[in-house]
């Protein structure tokens, strides 16, 4: 019985983070942003969020949320900046989208991350684990930074949702990776390394979507 209660917990688990992918949409600039694809999550009623620096300079990128290979004009809704608050609300008419998207919402996590706090990292293509990093392991002169996740090759990059899985919500939006230079001891050479992501969090989401954006969620 115990056994049977286990794999129920785990197969309920895996349900609720692959019920997550269908949030994560790929964001394509116009033309094409030479790096590849950019992400971005939906948030419901036709409001997707992604990084202002994935969406670009709007007026001239004209980006397009792309869902399943199909790509879907937007309208910009608000725009941020990588150096204020990087995030950029995307709309696209909602009755354009396919229904199995226009059913959901997605609300936004209430409790702040906590160190250690257990998080997937989602795209179109995958559910990722990974966990909350404590500030005090952030380089000093990036600890504005304060709210970042470990396994930095892993996970979504710029524009990817981070999710508390239990909670189903919204913990944040990616944008940044969070290096630190140091000397490495056998080739006594200057070595960039990677020690964590940084995401937008949810209360700055907050402050940042118009108000109505989560009504009814």
């Known amino acids: 019985m115990a056994m049977q209660a286990s794999a129920t917990g785990a197969a309920t688990a895996q349900t609720r983070e692959d019920n997550l992918l269908a949030y994560?949409?790929?964001i394509h600039q116009t033309p094409m942003q030479t790096w590849g694809p950019g992400y971005g999550i939906y948030l419901g009623k036709g409001y997707f969020l992604t990084a202002a620096h994935v969406a670009g300079r709007t007026w001239l990128t004209r980006p397009k949320v792309t869902i399943a290979d199909r790509e879907y004009p937007t309208?910009?809704?608000t725009?941020?900046?990588?150096e204020a608050t990087d995030l950029t609300l995307l709309a696209v008419e909602e009755n354009l989208l396919p229904m199995r998207l226009r059913l959901r919402h997605m609300r936004l996590c209430e409790a702040r991350p906590q160190p250690g706090q257990e998080v997937v990292v989602?795209?179109?293509?995958a559910?990722?684990?990974?966990?909350?990093?404590?500030?005090e392991r952030i380089p000093a002169g990036a600890r504005r930074f304060s709210t970042a996740i470990v396994d930095v090759a892993k996970t979504g990059n710029s524009g990817s949702g981070v999710f508390d899985v239990k909670q189903r919500c919204l913990l944040g939006i990616m944008s940044r990776k969070i290096s630190q230079k140091r000397s490495n001891p056998v080739t006594r050479k200057e070595e960039t390394y990677d020690i964590a992501k940084y995401f937008v969090p949810a209360n700055e989401i907050a402050a940042f979507v118009p108000?109505?954006?989560f009504d009814a969620q």
């Not at 725009?79 to 990588?82: A, F, I, P, S, V």
């Not at 989602?122 to 293509?125: A, D, F, I, R, T």
């Open 24 to 26: 994560a949409v790929n």
């Open 75 to 77: 309208r910009v809704v």
């Open 79 to 82: 725009e941020g900046q990588l």
């Open 122 to 125: 989602v795209v179109p293509e």
């Open 127 to 135: 559910v990722v684990p990974s966990r909350i990093i404590a500030p």
């Open 211 to 213: 108000p109505g954006t």
